[in-house]
C-alpha cells in the first residue's frame, strides 16, 4: 500500500495487466511519443497528460503502439484485435473525440456478439478522458457516459478515485466484452493509499462511501467527491446521508439504489453530464417506477444546464455541479413537506 | 500459370455454389418469405473464390453488405446462411444478424457489414493480430468503390501502411455504389489513392477466375512475406439490383444482359479449362448437379427450420453482465 495518483494507479495497472498477460496490447495517440520526431526521443510524452508513460519503453514495439490522429482507423483496429485474439487497451485520448469513431463503437464492437449469435468475444478497452473544469471548452470537456450506456453491448466505468480506478481498469481488461472506461481529467493528481499488488473490482457493484439514514445522494465519478463533502457538511448539522457510487453505469447496481432509497426514503442524483436522458434522470425513472411508495419527498437531480461546456473559469464553475448544490438540494428535499396531504 | 487441379476443382465448386446460391435467392425472396434486406453478389465470384482460394482459416477477411460470395468462399456452410437469412434459430448467428450480418469467426470470416466502410479498419486489427501474435496469418478487406470514398478505408490504407500490416484492400470497382456511378461518385483512381499512401498496388479483371487468381497470389504473398499491406483493386460488375426489389432504372437497357452474355465467370472458365483439357466437361457438369441439390436442400430445410425462442431476445448481449 502506498500513496498513488489517479494518474499512477491507472499506469499501474496498466503495467500489472500487460505483464499478465502478453496479449494486452495499448494503442492511442502519443501514449509513447517521440516516433518520427527529430530528437530521436521516445516514449516522449506517455499520453497527452502523461498516463501512459514508461509503458512503451517497458514493453517495446510490439505491445505499445502510438497511431495516426485516426480514431476510426485505429478504433476500428482495436476492435478487430480483440475480435482475432489480442486484448487492446485503446486510449481516445478525450470522449469528445468519439464523433470520429462512433461507428467503430457503436455498430462494431457493441454489435459482434448479438449479431453473431454469441459466437464472438470482444475484450476490448478504451480509455478516454472527459469531464469540465479544465478550462478546456466544448469541444473537450463532455461527460459522454450516458451515450455509451445507452448502447447495449457496451459495458461503462466511471471511477471516483485512485483506488477505485486501479481495481476497475484490471476488471475492464480481464472483461471479454467491450468497456468504455472514462479518467475524469481533473482527478489526475487526486491522491490517496492505493495497494501495490493487482486487485480487481466488480462491474455492478456499486460502493457506499457513506451510510446515513435520512438522505440518499447517487454521484457518478468526480461527483462522489462532491457528494461526500455535501455530506460531510450536513451531518455536522444532524442531517445524515448514504452517498452511493455506482462504479459503472452499464450495468446499473439498480438493486443498491433501491435498497438505500427504501432506507432514506429521500433521493439526490448527482450528475456531471448534459441534463436530457442523463444518468439522473435513469437514475430517477427507476427510482420513481420500482421505489414510489418509499419516497417522502421528490427526487432531486443535481446536473448541469443544457448546454455546451463554457470556457471562462466563472461560467464553467456556474455549469458543473458542486459540493454546495448538492447541499442546498438536500435540504431542499428534507425540509419538504407533503402539502396537499398536510392540508 | 499453373493451378492444381484440386484447386480448379474446389475454385469452380465454390463459384457455382455462391451463382446457384444467389440466383435462388432471387427467385425466393420475390416470394415475400424472406424478411429485410437482401444483397446479390452475382456476377462478382470469382474475385471472392480468386481471392479466398490463398487463404487458410488462419487468415482473416472482412466482408460487406454484399457479403454471401465472400462467406462461401471461405468456407461458411450454406445450409447455416440459407437458414441465416431465413430468419432461423438454426442459422450460422441464430437467426440474429440476417444477411448483412454472416459471420464465422472461427473460419476467420470477421463479418459480412452493414455500415458501408465498416470491415477496412477491423481488418487493420486483425492484421496487428496476426502481426503481434506471429500466425503468418494475413487480413483481407473486401470492399466495394463505394466505401472507397468512406474516411475510414483512407485511414486505414494509411495506418496500415504506418503499422507496416499484413493487410490486403481489396476493391471490389463493380461501377456503382448503390444508384450511382463510381465514374461520378470517386474522384481520382484506386491506383492513384494507393500510390498516394505508397501502397503496393495490383489490378484485375474480376469477371475472369484466373486473372483473380493470379494477381490475389502475388498480392497476398506480398503481405504474408511481411513486406506491408497491399491493394488489390478489382473490376467486376453485379448483374442485380443494390438491393433486391432495385428495378436498377440507373443502368442502361441490355448493360446487364451483355454482362451475362460475355463476362459470366462461370462460363469463361469452363470454356478456359475445357479448351485446354484442364478439366473433363463431365466433372464440372457433376458439380453442378451437387450443388443445386445442396442449394435445394439448403432452402427446404431453411423453410422448416425452427424459429427463434423469446428467451433468445435477451441472450447474448454480453458475454456476462
Known amino acids: 500500500m502506498s500513496k498513488k495518483s489517479f494518474r499512477q494507479a491507472i499506469n499501474e495497472a496498466l503495467r500489472q495487466e500487460m505483464q499478465r498477460d502478453p496479449r494486452v496490447i495499448l494503442m492511442g495517440e502519443d501514449i509513447a511519443g517521440g516516433q518520427g520526431g527529430t530528437a530521436g526521443v521516445v516514449d516522449a510524452w506517455g499520453g497527452v497528460l502523461g498516463v501512459t508513460k514508461g509503458l512503451y519503453t517497458e514493453f517495446g514495439a510490439n505491445r505499445v503502439f502510438d497511431t495516426p490522429i485516426s480514431e476510426a482507423s485505429y478504433i476500428g483496429a482495436a476492435v478487430g484485435a480483440a475480435a482475432t485474439g489480442l486484448r487492446p487497451v485503446a486510449e481516445l485520448m478525450f470522449v469528445d473525440f468519439v464523433g470520429c469513431c462512433l461507428d467503430q463503437i457503436m455498430n462494431q464492437a457493441a454489435k459482434f456478439r448479438y449479431m453473431f449469435g454469441g459466437k464472438a468475444r470482444t475484450p476490448l478497452v478504451i480509455r478516454a478522458m472527459y469531464g469540465a473544469g479544465f478550462n478546456a471548452a466544448a469541444q473537450h470537456s463532455q461527460a459522454l457516459y450516458p451515450l455509451f450506456t445507452h448502447i447495449p453491448g457496451l459495458k461503462v466505468v466511471v471511477p471516483s478515485s485512485p483506488y477505485e480506478a486501479k481495481g476497475l481498469l484490471i476488471e475492464a481488461i480481464r472483461d471479454d466484452d467491450p468497456v468504455i472506461f472514462l479518467e475524469n481529467k481533473v482527478m489526475y493528481d487526486d491522491e490517496e493509499e492505493v495497494p501495490d499488488e493487482p486487485y480487481s473490482i466488480p462491474f455492478g457493484e456499486a460502493n457506499l462511501t457513506r451510510e446515513g439514514d435520512d438522505v440518499t445522494i447517487v454521484a457518478f465519478g468526480r461527483m462522489v467527491n462532491f457528494a461526500n463533502e455535501a455530506a460531510d457538511r450536513l451531518e455536522k448539522d444532524g442531517i445524515s446521508c448514504t452517498v452511493v457510487d455506482p462504479r459503472t453505469t452499464s450495468p446499473l447496481d439498480s438493486a443498491t439504489i433501491l435498497e438505500c432509497v427504501e432506507d432514506t426514503g429521500r433521493l439526490v442524483i448527482v450528475d456531471e453530464s448534459s441534463p436530457r436522458c442523463n444518468m439522473a434522470t435513469d437514475v430517477a425513472a427507476l427510482v420513481a417506477e420500482q421505489a414510489f411508495d418509499a419516497l417522502k419527498a421528490p427526487i432531486r437531480q443535481v446536473v448541469p444546464p443544457h448546454t455546451p461546456v463554457p470556457f471562462a473559469t466563472v461560467l464553467e464553475k456556474l455549469y458543473l455541479p458542486d459540493s454546495a448544490r448538492i447541499e442546498s438540494a438536500v435540504r431542499s428535499v428534507m425540509a419538504y413537506k407533503k402539502a396537499k396531504q398536510d392540508a | ?321
Not at chain 2, 446462411?81 to 444478424?97: D, L, N, P, Q, S
Not at chain 2, 473486401?142 to 493487410?167: K, R
Not at chain 2, 503481405?223 to 428495378?247: S, T
Not at chain 2, 463476362?263 to 453442378?288: G, M, W
Open chain 2, 1 to 321: 500459370m499453373q493451378i492444381a487441379h484440386d484447386i480448379l476443382l474446389r475454385s469452380y465448386r465454390s463459384m457455382r455454389t455462391i451463382r446457384d446460391f444467389e440466383e435462388r435467392l432471387h427467385v425466393e425472396f420475390a416470394t415475400g418469405e424472406i424478411p429485410g434486406f437482401v444483397h446479390l453478389y452475382c456476377g462478382e465470384e470469382a474475385s471472392a473464390v480468386g481471392v479466398c482460394a490463398h487463404l487458410t482459416d488462419t487468415d482473416t477477411i472482412a466482408s460487406t453488405h454484399r457479403g454471401h460470395g465472400h462467406c462461401i468462399a471461405k468456407g461458411v456452410g450454406v445450409d447455416g446462411m440459407m437458414a441465416e437469412i431465413y430468419g432461423r434459430k438454426t442459422g450460422v448467428c441464430h437467426g440474429k444478424g440476417g444477411s448483412m450480418h454472416i459471420a464465422d469467426l472461427s473460419l476467420g470470416m470477421l463479418g459480412a457489414n452493414g455500415i458501408v466502410g465498416g470491415g477496412p479498419p477491423l481488418i487493420c486489427g486483425a492484421a496487428l493480430s496476426h502481426k503481434v501474435l506471429n500466425d503468418g496469418g494475413v487480413a483481407v478487406a473486401f470492399y466495394g468503390d463505394g466505401a472507397s470514398n468512406e474516411g475510414t478505408t483512407l485511414e486505414s490504407l494509411n495506418l496500415a501502411m504506418v503499422w507496416q500490416l499484413p493487410a490486403v484492400f481489396v476493391c471490389e470497382d463493380n461501377g456503382y455504389g448503390e444508384a450511382t456511378g463510381a465514374s461520378y461518385a470517386c474522384a481520382g483512381t484506386q491506383k492513384a489513392r494507393a500510390a498516394g499512401f505508397g501502397m503496393p498496388y495490383f489490378d484485375c479483371d474480376g469477371t475472369d477466375f484466373f486473372a483473380v487468381y493470379e494477381a490475389a497470389g502475388a498480392a497476398i504473398a506480398h503481405a504474408r512475406a511481411g513486406n506491408g499491406p497491399v491493394m488489390l483493386h478489382v473490376q467486376l460488375a453485379r448483374w442485380y439490383g443494390h438491393f433486391e426489389g432495385d428495378a436498377m432504372t440507373y443502368r442502361a437497357n441490355g448493360e446487364v444482359a451483355s454482362l451475362r452474355a460475355e463476362h459470366d465467370c462461370l462460363k469463361n472458365f469452363r470454356q478456359r479449362v475445357t479448351e485446354v483439357s484442364l478439366l473433363e466437361p463431365s466433372a464440372l457438369d457433376d458439380i453442378d448437379a451437387s450443388v443445386k441439390d445442396e442449394i435445394d436442400a439448403a432452402v427446404t430445410a431453411a423453410k422448416n427450420a425452427p424459429l427463434p425462442e423469446p428467451a433468445d431476445l435477451e441472450a447474448d448481449v454480453y458475454v456476462s453482465y
